[in-house]
């Protein structure tokens, strides 16, 4: 009854059009304020989307590694239990070891990274190799080398051109670092492929055949870096990686991609939230159209809520009305302005309307998102704010007395 009483107020002529104008700046604002809400949410839902692709594209599933030290030493009891877990698609042994890659008078440090014939199962490397290049790591006796973009603009290195690069490793068993030829071993290796997937990757690694590395830096066949995992469905990944980490105990960690990347997925969803926090803010100010509306839809009604009482209905009944009629406004602006953002999103998801500027990123778009519980979280967001905002005139509304005679 309540909503009737308030659909009719909102439909109902009144004495002045200052309350209808009121009313639908309040709709607007509403409106303007859950449809910012849900782009702002969706465009980062995009962007954290692409960069877990990215990511997902050089980190695997889950990482065994060693909480203290850099290398483990897996059993081939181990091993077999790892290969008998359901779920497990692959799994992949690596080594990873700092170099000089040399290319002529050019030099840069970096990071290479030994795989096995495995690893091209665990991650999506090969995707992201550009030009005329090939995943191709060798062998032990004639090493091929796979360099990130960054990595080979900084020794101007191109496959194309076939130049072999020289590659040095420390030599631990050396006492004598006065010069580079006593202080390390050095190899000819030769240019597969250039990778690009991003910065933080391109300009740090490198890969190559990871017999070679163990025989370049001189350790044992039992030591590797970490254990990396493709597991099969991502619901599974939680109970897979309890199951691993029981195989390998104490002295392991066994660490998801989030895990592998907290920081950076930690900071993604904080400025989601800090930005939802601040959007919600101004939707708030933006609800402060409502109460001057409800006011003054109030004053215009005092002789309907004068009969009403003396009909013999409560105050409570009185206060459910002006309640349901911030509610009705908040409605009207909160599904418009989700709809609105529904539109705008699907066309840019299948247009690309608003471009990124610079050219420079993966995608030349603004990437969306859509999630249903953005919606809903922005839905119950809405309601709060237009209880908060009703309460105030919806309670002056009821307990206030008003009479029948004209101007009281």
């Not at 001189?218 to 195989?247: L, P």
């Not at 909160?334 to 471009?355: D, E, S």
């Not at 050219?359 to 953005?374: C, E, K, L, R, T």
Request: with cysteine; net charge neutral; charged share 15%.
């Amino acid at each position: 009854m309540n909503f009737l009483f308030a659909w009719r107020y909102f439909k109902a002529k009144k004495s002045t059009n200052v309350i209808n104008i009121i009313a639908w700046i309040s709709i607007v604002a509403i409106a303007v304020g859950a449809a910012a809400l849900i782009l702002v949410l969706s465009v980062f839902n995009g962007f954290e989307g692409l960069v877990k692709s990215m990511y997902g594209d050089f980190y695997p599933d889950l990482r065994v590694s060693a909480i203290e030290g850099k290398y483990i030493q897996p059993t081939p009891n181990q091993i077999a239990q790892l290969r008998q877990i359901k779920g497990i698609t692959n799994f992949s042994l690596t080594l990873e070891a700092k170099a000089l890659l040399v290319n002529g008078d050019q030099q840069t440090i970096v990071y290479l990274k030994g795989v096995d014939s495995n690893y091209r199962k665990i991650v999506s490397l090969y995707k992201h190799i550009t030009g005329s290049g090939k995943y191709d790591l060798g062998t032990k006796e004639n090493p091929s080398i796979i360099l990130g973009g960054g990595v080979a603009y900084a020794i101007n290195a191109d496959p194309v051109l076939a130049n072999p690069l020289t590659i040095f490793f420390p030599n631990r068993n050396s006492n004598d670092f006065s010069n580079i030829q006593n202080g390390t071993y050095s190899f000819e290796i030769n240019e597969a492929a250039i990778f690009r997937i991003q910065e933080d990757f391109d300009n740090k690694y490198a890969f190559t055949n990871i017999d070679f590395i163990r025989y370049m830096i001189d350790i044992s066949d039992s030591d590797y870096t970490a254990i990396e995992i493709k597991v099969g469905s991502e619901k599974e990944i939680a109970a897979i990686q309890k199951h691993v980490q029981s195989i390998f105990g104490k002295n392991y960690q066994t660490q998801t991609r989030f895990q592998q990347n907290q920081s950076l997925f930690s900071v993604m969803q904080m400025e989601k939230w800090i930005i939802y926090i601040i959007l919600s803010i101004i939707l708030v100010i933006a609800a402060f159209n409502m109460v001057g509306a409800l006011t003054m839809l109030i004053l215009e009604k005092r002789k309907d809520i004068a009969v009403l009482k003396a009909m013999g209905a409560t105050n409570a009944f009185i206060q459910k009305i002006f309640l349901s009629e911030g509610f009705l406004l908040a409605v009207l602006g909160g599904f418009a302005g989700m709809f609105i953002a529904f539109v705008f999103c699907c066309i840019q998801l299948k247009y690309h309307v608003i471009k990124l500027e610079g050219g420079s990123f993966v995608v030349d778009y603004y990437p969306v998102a859509m999630n249903v519980s953005d919606f809903i979280m922005v839905g119950i967001t809405i309601f709060i704010v237009a209880i908060l905002a009703s309460w105030i005139p919806a309670r002056q509304a009821a307990v206030k007395e008003f009479s029948l005679k004209s101007g009281e």
